[in-house]
């Protein structure tokens, strides 16, 4: 029988980009998934995908984001901008499908607050989960949703493999684009320090988690994405680029463990 494939692509902001490159080396290599499960920009990579959105398509839509097409002000509690803009972007590419109507099995995951715990999107719609995983604590304002107040997945599990092997593949691939993020050395604003700390214990939670179920990751991938801020809306060529050669890099030692 043969093996099932799994990529599971972390959380990255910008750096996610590299998700796309990476896809299209798979593509290019005639390697095609059977499970994708995806955190935050990864998410949003992960669901297209799987909604059968081309990966040309998805990198011009990407590679012409600007910030204001993203941010919305708004006078809610909870976050400085509204989703709304993010829902209507995600919407214009893969509509208002629910999860069973993927051409690919896609799970998704975000964090509830009210438990503190990591939730699993595998059912219903698709456009509410994404939201909900690429929700930046207090830059996004958190989902609302059937008692559950999320926010990004990548506040618990930024790379999510273990979902991915669960869902039944037996090569799993994780592809974290953020690796070990470092402080500036010039201190930053108030928010500034904020995402550091969320970076500092992202760190060592992912560290960790990867230390913990090595023997189920058969490939952890890092694009050399170098100082790129997640945060930044620049430099997206340069992330599809280096998303392109580490998949292109790794697409023969892939194809053996499928044998």
């Not at 939201?131 to 304002?141: E, G, H, L, M």
Request: glycine share 10%.
């Amino acid at each position: 029988m043969p093996k099932k494939l799994g990529f599971a692509l972390g959380a990255g902001g910008a750096r996610g980009v590299a998700h796309v490159g990476f896809l299209k080396a798979m593509e290019d290599a005639g390697i095609k998934p059977d499970f994708v499960t995806g955190c935050s920009m990864g998410s949003v990579v992960g669901a297209a995908y799987s909604a059968g959105v081309s990966i040309e398509t998805m990198r011009k839509a990407v590679c012409s984001l600007r910030l204001f097409d993203l941010i919305a002000p708004t006078g809610k509690r909870g976050g400085l901008f509204d989703t709304k803009k993010m829902r209507r972007i995600l919407a214009h590419y893969i509509g208002d499908l629910d999860f069973a109507d993927l051409q690919t099995p896609f799970h998704c995951v975000a964090v509830d607050m009210i438990t503190q715990s990591l939730i699993e999107f595998s059912e219903g719609s698709l456009l509410d989960a994404v939201v909900a995983s690429s929700s930046i604590p207090s830059i996004f304002c958190p989902t609302e949703k059937n008692g559950m107040r999320l926010i990004d997945g990548g506040i618990l599990e930024r790379v999510p493999f273990e979902q991915v092997k669960n869902m039944g593949a037996d090569v799993v691939v994780a592809v974290d684009v953020l690796g070990w993020r470092e402080c500036k050395e010039d201190m930053p604003g108030t928010l500034g320090i904020l995402l550091e700390t969320i970076d500092i214990m992202d760190n060592y939670r992912t560290r960790r988690r990867h230390k913990e179920k090595a023997d189920i990751i058969d490939f952890w991938l890092e694009p050399e994405l170098g100082s790129m801020s997640q945060y930044s809306f620049k430099h997206f060529d340069f992330a599809y680029q280096k998303g392109y050669e580490i998949g292109e890099a790794n697409v023969e030692a892939i194809q053996k463990a499928l044998q």
